[in-house]
């Protein structure tokens, strides 16, 4: 029984090796069949080149090798399999595997071509060298007053819109086609000709009316931004609302203003207004503006005005004309002309009484009228009294008329705004001290028909230049060399004169008078006991020589 079950065990073996058998040769047939229909991709990498598309073969099989591709300024060498272009690759090699061939290239020199355009009136364009089979670039279109660019076409006859895409092959001309059209004009008109004349004003006026100007485009096409200005010596006295102008339409307006400016001296000013743009656009015309002095009959009438003026500066001084018969008294009484002036000094006045009949400034007539910056005497004037314009620290110009025949002591002391003065032909007397403390003053001028005074350098001196009367306070230099002439140095001659530092002394006979301090420090002491020579000191304080 067991011999039996044994044999039955071996007889399932023997099948099952017969089986696995069987089966093993239909799993190797399969195989077979599979790889047999196994594909692979072949790249080509051009290297710059034209496209090339690539190819799936089966396994085995070989890649077909494709037409050459192109490239510019290059001839093509060969398909390499390696990137590094050192082994050539054999097309008819099985392909067992996906791979990338390489073209090579040899370089060659490119040949080129020369692109001419012809514009037919319009304006320059330049050529272009192209190489060969790259394109031309379209050029920014060419200018023609009058007419539009159509297009560019290759023949002169003007019938082949040419492409800017076509290879250049060889050398070409390309020619412009125009068509008309209206031809653009510009131009500007303003509401303004000539002259344009603001109403008078007088001295002191309040702010003026500004005058609008229209602007109207008379072409066919927009103006462009327009810019306005001023010109003239006295375009600094006129102001215009805008200097610049957005553009205009055609048929369309704009608009801009132009007033005086306020605090102008007594004058006749004048401009010209000018609009003007690209394309030749332009236009003017002219502005003027008189300022005309106020003119008063009395001084209470002026006290009145004044009164109600408001307060102003120097440089914007009121400009007043004022005829009277006498100036009402010194400056200490009521009603005067100076007690106006001094009860009202933060408003500045030049005052203008040529009209006047006065014969004379009086004693201390202006004293300490700080706001006082001007004035004309006029002509009945002989004499100027005491310290008739002390203190009057705003006065920057006197205009003493020849009728004057005496200056008295200190007139003009301590007028810090003076820069210079002229005596005239007639005065015959000047007391000590007249200018003393004008800080300002680089010069004091004579008539040259006076014939009891000259000036030198802007000094003082009797007629014969034995004595000096005044030297300026704000005269520039540090040292002065006294004339051999000079025996006297007046009373006060070089008082504050804050810039001298030493003198030099030729004669051992000056008088210097020593009441008054006469050379400040030991300066008078030094020429006394040393006579002729150079003398260092600082000139400050009061200096009284007889």
């Given at each position: ?198 109403p008078a004003a007088t001295a002191g006026y309040a702010a003026q009316t ?248 802007g000094i003082l001196y009797n007629k014969d230049k034995t004595k000096i ?78």
């Open positions: 029984m067991a011999g039996k079950h044994v044999f039955l065990g071996l007889s399932v073996l023997l099948c099952l090796l017969i089986g696995a058998c069987s089966l093993g040769t239909d799993i190797d047939t399969i195989q077979e069949r599979l790889s047999k229909n196994k594909t692979y991709t072949i790249s080509f990498d051009s290297n710059g080149g034209s496209s090339v598309a690539g190819q799936t073969v089966k396994t085995g099989e070989t890649a077909t090798r494709p037409a050459n591709p192109t490239r510019s300024g290059y001839t093509f060498d060969y398909w390499y399999s390696n990137s590094g272009l050192t082994t050539a690759y054999n097309f008819s090699t099985p392909v067992t595997r996906n791979i990338t061939l390489y073209a090579k290239w040899n370089s060659v020199s490119a040949t080129t071509y020369t692109v001419t355009f012809e514009s037919n009136g319009g304006s320059y364009i330049a050529t272009q060298t192209v190489n060969s089979g790259s394109t031309v670039n379209r050029p920014t279109d060419p200018i023609r007053n009058g007419f539009m660019l159509d297009n560019w076409y290759s023949d002169s006859g003007l019938t082949t819109v040419y492409s800017f895409s076509t290879p250049v092959t060889r050398n070409i001309t390309l020619y412009a086609k125009w068509n008309v059209v209206i031809a653009p004009t510009y131009g500007v008109t303003l509401s303004e000709t000539g002259t344009y004349t603001f500004a005058r609008s100007v229209t602007v109207t485009n008379t072409g066919n096409q927009a103006t462009g931004a327009l810019t306005a200005a001023l010109s003239g010596s006295n375009a600094s006295s006129f102001t215009l609302s805008s200097t610049s102008i957005n553009s205009i339409a055609a048929s369309g307006t704009g608009t801009f203003t132009v007033v005086p400016n306020t605090g102008l001296a007594v004058d006749t000013y004048t401009a010209t207004v000018t609009v003007s743009g690209s394309n030749g656009i332009t236009a003017a015309f002219n502005v003027s503006f008189t300022v005309g002095d106020t003119v008063f009959n009395s001084i209470a009438a002026f006290r009145t005005w004044l009164s109600g003026q408001p307060d102003n500066t120097a440089a914007t001084a009121y400009t007043v004309k004022l005829n009277v018969n006498d100036l009402g008294g010194n400056v200490e009484t009521s009603g005067s002309l100076g007690y106006v002036l001094r009860a009202n000094n933060s408003k500045y006045v030049s005052l203008d009484l040529s009209g006047s009949t006065i014969t004379s400034i009086g004693d201390i007539a202006f004293a300490g009228c700080t706001s006082l910056t001007g004035i004309i005497i006029p002509n009945n004037v002989t004499s100027i009294g005491y310290n008739a314009f002390s203190g009057c620290t705003g006065l920057t110009g006197v205009t003493i008329p020849n009728s004057v025949t005496s200056i008295g002591q200190e007139a003009f002391v301590s007028c810090s705004g003076l820069t210079s003065i002229t005596i005239p032909n007639n005065v015959t007397s000047i007391g000590p001290g007249v200018f003393i403390y004008c800080h300002s003053l680089t010069e004091i001028n004579v008539a040259a028909g006076n014939s009891a005074f000259t000036s030198e350098n009367h005044a030297y300026p306070g704000g005269k520039a230099g540090t040292t002065f060399n006294i004339p051999d002439s000079v025996t006297r140095i007046g009373d006060y001659a070089f008082t504050s004169c804050i810039g001298l530092t030493s003198v030099t002394f030729r004669s051992a006979n000056i008088a210097i008078n020593d009441s008054g301090g006469t050379f400040p420090g030991d300066l008078r002491a030094k020429y006394l006991a040393g006579g002729i020579g150079t003398y260092t000191t600082k000139i400050r304080g009061i200096m009284r020589c007889g």
